[in-house]
Nanobody
Framework: QLQLVESGGGLVQAGGSLRLSCAAS????????MAWSRQAPGKEREFVAA????????YYADSVKGRFTISRNNAENTVILQMNSLKPEDTAVYYC????????????????WGQGTQVTVSS
């Protein structure tokens, strides 16, 4: 089993930045692809970004390209989502996920999920 805990959410003004962190514990010896997703009130959960286990491959949703950056530190078992130029439409609960297979934008293929962290962007 793998446990994931997100942190770093909060309230920020439009145009500001936040840095989300996801800490993994448990069976961290496996090679996991990692992803961030988000869910706004009344909407379905959507893919945000993903990174392969070695960090060589990254994917981003079109809505965040050029503003968000995903990275990972395998030695510390953490994944970071740096969010810049935030917009009110980025407001959501952000979830970290880990998948045993190849990195993908398909959230259904991720096996482990965190509890989420709230990000609120005011206009």
């Amino acid at each position: 089993q793998l446990q994931l805990v997100e942190s770093g959410g909060g309230l920020v003004q439009a145009g500001g930045s936040l840095r989300l962190s996801c800490a993994a514990s448990g069976r961290t010896s496996s090679r996991y692809a990692m992803a961030w997703s988000r869910q706004a009130p009344g909407k379905e959960r959507e893919f945000v970004a993903a990174i392969s286990w070695n960090g060589e491959i990254t994917y981003y949703a079109d809505s965040v390209k050029g503003r968000f950056t995903i990275s990972r530190n395998n030695a510390e078992n953490t994944v970071i989502l740096q969010m810049n130029s935030l917009k009110p439409e980025d407001t959501a609960v952000y979830y970290c996920a880990a998948g045993i297979g190849s990195v993908t934008m398909n959230l259904r293929l991720y096996n482990f999920w965190g509890q989420g962290t709230q990000v609120t962007v005011s206009s």
